[in-house]
């Protein structure tokens, strides 16, 4: 009974393991852990985006005009914000895989989903 578990929400467990020896995937495909590991290295990387945006903040508020700090603190948004170009542009391109390839990483449908009925679009009807 000496095993380890890796389980995320919902339940799923990903990762099992007997003290002491080396990783086992049971019955885990490296695509199912992958697809179980994206969201939350998105979500993590949000967080510590936000985190770096208010430490960015306080230092330039907290420097008493300091040119050393002011630059220290630009630098942390600087960085935020090129940081959060680069988690924009993968979630877009997983988006755009899942949907040219038509599987499904974030765990949302492929296409998009949701959408209320279908249909078109702009239909224009007149008054």
Same mark, same amino acid.
């Given at each position: 009974?000496?095993?380890?578990? &890796?389980?995320?929400?919902?339940?799923?467990?990903? +990762?099992?393991?007997?003290?002491?020896?080396?990783?086992?995937?049971?019955?885990?495909?490296?695509?199912?852990?992958?697809?179980?590991?994206?969201?939350?290295?998105?979500?993590?990387?949000?967080? +510590? +985006?936000?985190?770096?945006?208010?430490?960015?903040?306080?230092?330039?508020?907290?420097?008493?005009?300091?040119?050393?700090?002011?630059?220290?603190?630009?630098?942390?948004?600087?960085?935020?914000?090129?940081?959060?170009?680069?988690?924009?542009?993968?979630?877009?391109?997983?988006? &755009?895989?899942? &949907?040219?390839?038509?599987?499904?990483? &974030?765990?949302?449908?492929?296409?998009?989903?949701?959408?209320?009925?279908?249909?078109?679009?702009?239909? +224009?009807?007149?008054?």
């Amino acid at each position: 009974m000496n095993q380890l578990a &890796l389980k995320f929400p919902g339940g799923k467990e990903i +990762l099992e393991t007997d003290v002491g020896s080396t990783f086992v995937f049971p019955k885990k495909t490296p695509a199912d852990i992958i697809n179980a590991v994206i969201p939350i290295i998105f979500i993590l990387s949000g967080i +510590l +985006l936000l985190l770096m945006l208010v430490f960015g903040d306080f230092t330039i508020f907290l420097s008493a005009g300091n040119p050393e700090k002011i630059k220290k603190g630009t630098g942390m948004i600087t960085s935020a914000l090129i940081g959060f170009l680069i988690i924009f542009a993968a979630y877009w391109i997983i988006e &755009l895989l899942e &949907l040219t390839l038509g599987i499904n990483i &974030l765990g949302t449908p492929p296409g998009g989903g949701g959408g209320g009925g279908g249909g078109g679009g702009g239909h +224009l009807i007149p008054i």
